[in-house]
DNA sequence: CGCAACCTTTGACCCTCGTCAAAAGTGAGC
DNA sequence: GCTCACTTTTGACGAGGGTCAAAGGTTGCG
């Protein structure tokens, strides 16, 4: 297909060899391992962190692309939080997932040069931008890049297959259960507690992302929390029982 | 993560550098176009085209990679047809797409070394074996092969989000006449009839991709057969009404 | 050619989750 | 601090699709 071929917005691009008014560098940020330049020796890595062109806040509520979006840069989440979501003929939207620090969004637009879908903050965030002109060049330059940006791209057709194992085969109670495990991990992973946490997302859009209503999703917490899984009061939630979470993904059917 | 390591089982990387009995060369390819060298001009190609260290022939339920197995190489599809399905701790199978001539297999296992999957042909096929050690180092001396491998990846994202909207928000039967819209536009794009098809996969299969028990696959074939959208016989598939079919889509709810 | 394994269809019943509705809680902006 | 819009919870009810069952069809193999 020919339709690879717009890359950067001009204003993303200026000057990208210039001083920058503030430190953007891979090589303290704390986000680093988990991030693209992950694998990067450090050596390279001087180097290499000028993939981020500079960094941009996105307020919550704001979106950071949207659907149709001409494509122009990669983003890597610097703090805060992200849904994505595509929007059918009819307007109905399904979240396709939710982002946090070191996670990489954009890469919907490589293959046609606008965005597939939609990213909204939902909580005041930071990205880094990184052009994907520079991306490509560096990847080529810098094999140990080329091949972290491989595997995130992988990783992430990796993710989307569990999301339709969820959709497609669990039940809507297993889906809560692997929703939240799945959170908790990733918020250990950061630093922050495995079994206290904020939702950033109302029960609309985690019931659009786990294929149920918001009903439903509003159900689920109450029984979690009869059944003494969980404390949940209102968006935050205290997982009490991690093992019995996940025994209900055991508990097929 | 440093899980990135293994690459290529020896077998396949055996004097990548000799003549090969057949003739392996995307050149004269009839999927040029569709598949990974798509995009490359032909003085590159020549050399491109040596990312096909080899062909290998996949009978029908013989399966091309499986969960778990070291990554060693991606396959491009030269001809047949295959499906691939993830399986979760219970040993549910989800079927996670169906795939033909052009479309490239293993991506999954990019990120971790592993494959996530399993490949399993439904007819007897064929696939052009890629080393992925091969493929990192052509991309990076071919720009535009490059472009195209994260244009194959980044499609593979969006076609991944397409199916989750159609597993988490569209009805049974708007799931089976996107599957068969979807499936009909793939065989044109390859010179086959638009309308006029042999399934490759069983009820159970496809329910198994599109979220619904066999029975209920089975149903909507009958369904759509009385309201004269298509013509069924076992799995063999004639469209009758391309535009009614699409019309169930619009329908939403 | 005939058997066995598998696949498909169809019916009857039922359960999970969606729909509709109402009320209470929360939070942002004036 | 008050208002209004949004979010969440909970209940009652119903339907879409799952489950169970049985019969017929198809295919491959001995």
Redesign the interface.
């Known amino acids: 297909?020919?339709?690879?071929v717009a890359f950067h917005k001009k204003s993303e691009l200026l000057n990208p060899a210039q001083p920058r008014k503030f430190e953007v560098t891979c090589t303290n940020c704390n986000l680093r391992e988990i991030c693209l330049p992950?694998?990067v020796c450090l050596e390279d890595l001087e180097q290499v962190q000028n993939i981020v062109h500079s960094r941009r806040r996105v307020k919550r509520g704001e979106s950071l692309f949207a659907a149709g979006d001409e494509f122009s840069s990669v983003y890597a989440i610097r703090s805060g939080f992200f849904k994505t979501s595509?929007v059918?003929?009819?307007?109905?939207?399904?979240?396709?997932g939710f982002f946090m620090g070191g996670e990489l969004l954009g890469?919907?637009?490589?293959?046609?040069g606008r965005h597939?879908?939609t990213a909204v903050a939902l909580e005041d965030s930071e990205v880094c931008v990184m052009p994907y002109a520079i991306v490509?060049r560096m990847?080529?330059d810098y094999?140990q890049l080329?091949?972290?940006?491989?595997?995130?791209?992988?990783?992430?057709?990796?993710r989307?297959?569990?999301?339709?194992?969820l959709?497609?085969?669990m039940r809507a109670e297993e889906r809560l259960a692997a929703f939240l495990s799945n959170l908790s991990k990733r918020f250990v992973r950061r630093g922050y507690s495995p079994s206290d946490f904020h939702l950033r997302m109302t029960r609309e859009e985690l019931g659009?992302?786990?294929?149920l209503k918001l009903e439903t999703v509003s159900r689920l917490f109450s029984q979690f929390q009869k059944a003494g899984l969980i404390a949940v009061e209102q968006k935050h939630v205290r997982i009490l029982d991690i093992a019995g979470l996940e025994k209900l993904?055991?508990a097929?059917k």
Request: aromatic share 2%.
């Open positions: 297909m020919s339709a690879v992950g694998g595509v059918d003929g009819e307007g109905r939207e399904q979240v396709t890469m919907d637009a490589i293959g046609t597939n879908g490509e990847a080529r094999p080329q091949r972290q940006l491989h595997a995130v791209m992988s990783r992430e057709i990796v989307d297959h569990g999301v339709m194992m959709l497609g085969s659009s992302y786990l294929g993904l055991s097929a």
